[in-house]
C-alpha cells in the first residue's frame, strides 16, 4: 500500500475555544452571571411546583380538550423554495388545524386532569421527534387555552404548573432544533437558522386568543437572540404591555409570574420589565374586589381569604424576580408602594416571603405595624405573622426589638382557633425562639402548643409540625441537663402517640445526644429521660422490623449506655446496668429459656459494621457471660437440678460449630468455673431479695452429686477431644492451648489434693509443654502462682505439685 501523506487542517482556535465556553450575555455590573440566575431560579420552580400541586387541591370534575392531531400536522416538502411561500403554507396548516377535530373529555378527577396534562406532554416530544412541528404548536396552543378557564378556581394554580411545563419543554425543543443550525455569535447566525426563527414567531404572531399567543411566545423568548443581540429586550416590554389585555386578575398574575420567570433564565440584567411587572400588579389589585371578581366567587362558593390565598404562588415568583440583587432603597420604595394600597395583606405577605431575610428582620417592628394594620377578614394574620417568623428564622433582627416581637406575635399566635393554623404558625416560631431566648420562654412556647392541641386530641394531625418543633429545639439546645429541666418537655413528647412518629422523634433525641456529650454523665434527669426515650425504642421492634431498623436503635441504645458513667461508684453503676434489681425474677426466667432456646438458630455468620464475619466468637463470648449470670438464678421446681445449664450445654453439644475450631470445647471448659461456683457454701456474688441455690439447696449432698457428675462428664468430653487433636501433627498446637486452660480451670477451681485430679493437672501440664509450643512467660507466671498459693493454710499440696511441673527448655 501506497505511503499516506499527513496535511494537517486550518485550526481557528480563538473561535473554536470560544464555542466550548458557557453561554454569556452582557450583565451590568453588580449583577450575578445569568447563568447563575438560571441555576438558582430553575430549582426554586422545580421545588415549588410539589408545593403548590400538593396545596392547591380540589374535588370538583374538571374538563379538558384534547385536540385530534392528524397527518396535517407533518411539515411540508422542504423542497419548497419562496420563503413567504413557505410561511403561508405552515400558517394555512396552521388555521387547517385550529378547525380540527376536537374532543372534550369531562367530569375528569384532579389526578386524572394531570395524566391527561401529562400524555399531552408526551405527545408534543412524540410529535416534535417525528417532524410534526405543527401538530406540536398545536398542542401547546390547545394546553395554553386552558390557562384562560378559571372555572375550577381553587385548582388554578396547580393548573398553571401542569401547563408551564409543557410550555418549557416546547421552548427547549424549539430553541435547541434552531441552535443546531447556527454558529457562535448573533452575527454569525446562518439565514436558515434565522429563517426558521421568523417562522415560529409568524405562527406564534397568528393565533387568535391574547392568553396563548402570550403564553407560547413567552415559552421560546430565548429565540429572540438568534435575530439580533437586542431581541430580547425588545420583546419583554411589549409582551410585559400585552398582560394588561386580561381581564381576570387572576390570570393575569399568573401570566405575569411566568413572564418574570421566564426574563429571569433568559435575560436577568434586564431589570426594567421586572419592576414594571411589579407595578403593574400594584394598579390591578384593586380588580380584586372588583364586582366581576365578587360574582364569580358567589357563584363558585368561595370565600375571599381562600380566593386571595390562589395569589400567593405567582406574587411570591415575581417579587422573589424583583428582590434578586435588588439594592435596598428599590425595596424599600416597593415597600412603601404596598403600604399605601388598601387591603394589603396579600402583597404584605408575599414582600416577607420573597425580599431577603435580613431587609425583612432589620425592619421587623414596621412588619408587625403593617400586619396590625392589616383586615382580619381579607387575609388571615397567623399567616402574617407565618411569613415574618420565616424570615427571622433566618437573619436576626436587633437584638433590643426581640422581645417586643415575640411578645406581639404570640399575642395573636395564641388567638387562633384552629388547630391546625394554630400549630402550622407556632411551629415556624419556635425556632426564633431557641435562637434568641433561654429554656423558659421556649417553655413557655411548649405549654401553650400542649394547650391548644390536647383538645379533642387535636394533636394527631399534627404530628409533621410537632416533629419539626422537637427537631428545632434540638437544633439549639444540646445541653441535655437544661433540655429536661424545662417542665413541659417531657409532656410534649407524650403527645407522639402515634408508635412509628415516637419511635422517629426518641431517635432524633438520641442521635443529637450523641453527637452532642462529649463526656459520659451520671445526671439523673438526664439518665431518667432518656432511659424513657430508649425504651420507647425498645418497645418498637416486633417481628416485621427491618434489620437496618433494629441495627439502628441498637446502636443508639448501646450508646447511651455506655455515656453513662458513675465513677467510682461501682454499686450504683452496677445498679443502672443490672436488670434483675428490678425484682423481675419470673420475667427473667422466661428470659433465659428464651435465650438457651434461640442458641440453634444463631446463624453462621453476621454483618459487623457492613462486613461478613464468623459468628463463633461472638456466640462464645455471649455463653461465657450467660454462664456468669446463671450463678444467682434458682432452679426451677418443676424442671429439676441445673435445668438451665443443662439446657445450655445440650444446645451446644447438638449446634453446628466451625470443622477447624474449638469453641465447643471452650464452651465445656468455661462451664466448670461455674459449676464449681455452684457447689460453694456461700457463693461470690448474689441478688438482693433473690435465693439462689446455696439457699434453695444449702449444700445438699444430691445437689453436689448433680454438680460432680456434669464436672465429670465435661471433663472427659475435653480429654476426648484432645486425644483427637493429638493424632495430627498440624493439631498439636491447639491441642497445649487447650490443655493449658484445663489446666488453668482445675488449678483455680478444683481440689488438686485429690491425687486423681492432681495428677491429670500436671499431665495437662507436660501435654502443653510436650510440643515446645507454650507461652514460657505465663508458665513462670502461673508457678510463682502456685508458690504463693502454697504458702497459704491447708496449701501444702501445692509445693509438692510444682515439684513435678517442669519448664520446657529451648535449643
Known sequence: ????????????????????????????????????????????????????????????????????????????????????????????????????????????????????????????????????????????????????????????????????????TFGRLVYDRIWSMYSFTADEVNDTAKETCLNWFFKIASIRE????????????????????????????????????????????????????????????????????????????????????????????????????????????????????????????????????????????????????????????????????????????????????????????????????????????????SPQDYIHCAEIWVEFTCRHFTKREVNTILADVIKHLTPDRAFEDAYPQLQSVIQKILTYFHDFSVLFSMERFLPFLDMFQKDSVRVEVCKTIMEVFLKHQAEPTRDPVILNALLHVCKAMHDSVNALTLEDEKRASSFLISGFIRMVWFGRDFEQQLSFCVALANQCLSQADAFFKAAVSLLPEVPRSISVEGKSRPSESFLLDFISNFFATLLVVPDHPEHGVLYLVRGVLNMVQDYTWEDNGDAKVKVYIAALPLLAAMSQETYLYSIPKVDSNETLYGGDPKFLMEINKLCETLIGQVLDYLKTLGREEQMVRRQGSLSFSLFGVLLAHGDLRNNRLNQLAVNLWNLNHKHG???????????????????????????????????????
Not at 416577607?352 to 408587625?368: G, L
Open 1 to 168: 500500500m501506497a505511503a499516506v501523506q499527513w496535511h494537517p487542517r486550518e485550526r481557528r482556535y480563538t473561535s473554536e475555544l470560544q464555542s466550548c465556553r458557557p453561554e454569556c450575555a452582557p450583565v451590568e455590573p453588580g449583577d450575578y452571571h445569568p447563568l447563575k440566575a438560571i441555576t438558582v431560579t430553575d430549582a426554586k420552580s422545580r421545588r415549588r411546583k410539589g408545593e403548590i400541586l400538593a396545596r392547591f387541591t380540589t374535588t370538583e370534575k374538571l374538563s379538558i380538550n384534547l385536540f385530534m392531531g392528524t397527518d396535517k400536522g407533518k411539515a411540508p416538502n422542504p423542497g419548497s423554495s419562496a420563503v413567504s411561500e413557505k410561511v403561508r403554507n405552515r400558517l394555512e396548516e396552521l388555521d387547517n388545524q385550529e378547525e380540527g377535530s376536537q374532543r372534550e373529555l369531562l367530569n375528569l378527577s384532579q389526578q386524572e386532569y394531570a395524566n391527561r396534562i401529562e400524555e399531552l406532554n408526551q405527545s408534543l416530544k412524540e410529535a416534535w421527534a417525528t417532524d410534526q412541528k405543527v401538530k406540536a404548536l398545536k398542542i401547546v396552543i390547545q394546553c395554553s387555552k386552558l390557562l384562560s378557564d378559571t372555572s375550577v378556581i381553587q385548582f388554578y394554580p396547580s393548573k398553571f404548573v401542569l401547563i408551564t411545563d409543557i410550555l418549557d
Open 210 to 417: 391574547l392568553v396563548p399567543r402570550l403564553y407560547v411566545e413567552a415559552a421560546i423568548l430565548k429565540c429572540n437572540r438568534f435575530l439580533n443581540k437586542t431581541g430580547i429586550q425588545e420583546t419583554l416590554p411589549r409582551l410585559t404591555a400585552m398582560i394588561r389585555g386580561i381581564g381576570d386578575p387572576l390570570v393575569a398574575v399568573y401570566a405575569r409570574a411566568y413572564l418574570c420567570r421566564v426574563g429571569m433564565e433568559v435575560a436577568p440584567q434586564l431589570k426594567d420589565s421586572l419592576n414594571q411587572n411589579f407595578f403593574d400588579l400594584l394598579s390591578a389589585f384593586r380588580q380584586l374586589h372588583g364586582d366581576s371578581v365578587q360574582n364569580q366567587l358567589v357563584l363558585q362558593r368561595v370565600e375571599i381569604p381562600e380566593y386571595l390565598t390562589l395569589y400567593s404562588p405567582a406574587i411570591h415568583w415575581i417579587l422573589q424576580c424583583v428582590a434578586y440583587r435588588a439594592p435596598d432603597p428599590l425595596l424599600t420604595e416597593m415597600m412603601e408602594r404596598c403600604k399605601k394600597l388598601g387591603n394589603n395583606a396579600l402583597l404584605l405577605n408575599s414582600v416577607m416571603w420573597a425580599f431577603k431575610a435580613e431587609f425583612v428582620a432589620a425592619r421587623a417592628t414596621d412588619f408587625i405595624g403593617m400586619i396590625k394594620d392589616c383586615d382580619e377578614a381579607g387575609f388571615p394574620k397567623h399567616l402574617l405573622f407565618g411569613s415574618l417568623g420565616r424570615s427571622l428564622a433566618c437573619a436576626d433582627p436587633p437584638e433590643a426589638e426581640r422581645l417586643t416581637i415575640l411578645n406581639e406575635a404570640w399575642k395573636v399566635i395564641t388567638k387562633i382557633r
Open 773 to 811: 509450643c507454650s507461652d514460657t512467660r505465663t508458665s513462670v507466671r502461673t508457678l510463682e502462682h502456685m508458690k504463693q498459693q502454697a504458702q497459704q493454710p491447708g496449701m501444702a499440696h501445692m509445693a509438692d505439685m510444682v515439684q513435678r511441673l517442669t519448664l520446657q527448655s529451648r535449643t
